[in-house]
């Protein structure tokens, strides 16, 4: 994770606390990190949220905005042979993407959770345990390798970078799925932290999760990350962050908040929809290509 005095990974200086004692900005550039601990439960022992909850909160949305991405990238990601091009899902989770891709492209995932990664195996996606890059062939190339709100999670995002690059066939992409740092509920929650009300953001970094959020991004950050690996920023859009169909549950994912409590923030953000979904975007994919 970052720490105090580490070098910003998108700018290389140095970093300072931030809002919260565990929040970290750069002084130099836009970036944002924390040293928030990741530690996942990789053999499904402990179950810190509750995934029955997570997964009906995030279902719906999801599969709508994979669909959505898997169209884009079905027209942008193609072999000159015509083949179906190999895609890589780091951190794939229950398999949505997976699933929503198998039109396009030949599927692997990659999940170090035993749980959630045994659900995606039993719908008969390809699925490895482990962590990315440990678990692939040194060899192993791909023609899109896709983080699906994963790399914000990832503490070394360096080496994630450099390993895409390893791994990324002639003329690949690599997609970074992820929230934004410059979206319209991040800045509210800024906002209220400042003033003294940091529960919203804290939950923005799930902070207390087994797999918190250690980086913050946006267009700058991406680039200068991507570019210290040889990759350039090719494309970027947005996909919706909020759904009312599922909110309840996933804002009950986390144990410590009340079904009252979670129902009166579900209706007050359901009321809000229209309006934040004209403000900037709380989710942006970042397309990345050889520079």
């Given at each position: 994770?970052?720490?105090?005095?580490?070098?910003?990974?998108?700018?290389?200086?140095?970093l300072?606390?931030?809002i919260?004692?565990?929040?970290?900005?750069?002084?130099?550039?836009?970036?944002?990190?924390?040293?928030?601990?990741?530690?996942?439960?990789?053999?499904?022992?402990?179950?810190?949220?509750?995934?029955?909850?997570?997964?009906?909160?995030?279902?719906?949305?999801?599969?709508?905005?994979?669909?959505?991405?898997?169209s884009?990238?079905?027209?942008?990601?193609?072999?000159?042979?015509?083949?179906?091009?190999?895609?890589?899902?780091?951190?794939?989770?229950?398999?949505?993407?997976?699933?929503?891709g198998?039109?396009?492209?030949?599927g692997?995932?990659?999940?170090?959770?035993?749980?959630?990664?045994?659900?995606?195996?039993?719908?008969?996606?390809?699925?490895?345990?482990?962590?990315?890059?440990?678990?692939l062939?040194?060899?192993?190339?791909?023609?899109?390798i896709?983080?699906?709100?994963?790399?914000?999670?990832?503490?070394?995002?360096?080496?994630?970078?450099?390993?895409?690059?390893?791994?990324?066939?002639?003329?690949?992409?690599?997609?970074?799925?992820?929230?934004?740092?410059?979206?319209?509920l991040?800045?509210?929650?800024?906002?209220?932290?400042?003033?003294?009300m940091?529960?919203?953001?804290?939950?923005?970094?799930?902070?207390?999760?087994?797999?918190?959020?250690?980086?913050?991004?946006?267009?700058?950050?991406?680039?200068?990350?991507a570019?210290?690996?040889?990759?350039?920023?090719?494309?970027?859009?947005?996909?919706?962050?909020?759904?009312s169909?599922?909110?309840?549950?996933?804002?009950?994912?986390?144990?410590?908040?009340?079904?009252?409590?979670?129902?009166?923030?579900?209706?007050?953000?359901t009321?809000?929809?229209?309006?934040?979904?004209?403000?900037?975007?709380?989710?942006k994919v970042?397309?990345?290509?050889?520079?």
């Amino acid at each position: 994770m970052l720490q105090v005095g580490e070098q910003c990974p998108s700018c290389r200086r140095m970093l300072r606390a931030g809002i919260q004692p565990w929040h970290r900005v750069c002084d130099g550039c836009t970036y944002e990190g924390s040293v928030l601990a990741v530690d996942i439960d990789v053999n499904g022992h402990v179950e810190v949220v509750d995934e029955t909850m997570r997964e009906e909160g995030l279902e719906h949305l999801r599969q709508q905005n994979f669909q959505t991405l898997t169209s884009d990238l079905g027209a942008r990601v193609v072999r000159a042979d015509g083949s179906r091009p190999r895609l890589l899902d780091v951190g794939c989770a229950h398999g949505w993407f997976l699933e929503a891709g198998r039109e396009y492209f030949d599927g692997l995932g990659i999940e170090p959770d035993a749980r959630i990664a045994s659900i995606a195996v039993a719908k008969g996606l390809n699925v490895r345990r482990g962590f990315f890059p440990d678990v692939l062939d040194e060899g192993e190339t791909f023609d899109l390798i896709i983080f699906n709100d994963v790399l914000e999670h990832i503490p070394d995002i360096d080496s994630a970078m450099r390993a895409c690059a390893r791994h990324l066939a002639p003329g690949g992409w690599v997609v970074v799925n992820a929230p934004s740092r410059t979206g319209v509920l991040y800045r509210i929650s800024r906002i209220m932290a400042k003033l003294g009300m940091p529960a919203t953001f804290d939950r923005m970094w799930q902070k207390g999760f087994p797999s918190p959020h250690v980086h913050y991004l946006d267009d700058a950050s991406v680039a200068a990350i991507a570019g210290n690996t040889g990759l350039r920023v090719s494309h970027i859009r947005k996909l919706p962050s909020m759904s009312s169909r599922g909110l309840y549950a996933r804002i009950r994912t986390d144990r410590s908040v009340s079904p009252a409590k979670a129902a009166a923030i579900a209706g007050v953000l359901t009321v809000a929809g229209p309006v934040l979904s004209i403000m900037p975007a709380d989710i942006k994919v970042w397309m990345l290509q050889a520079a």
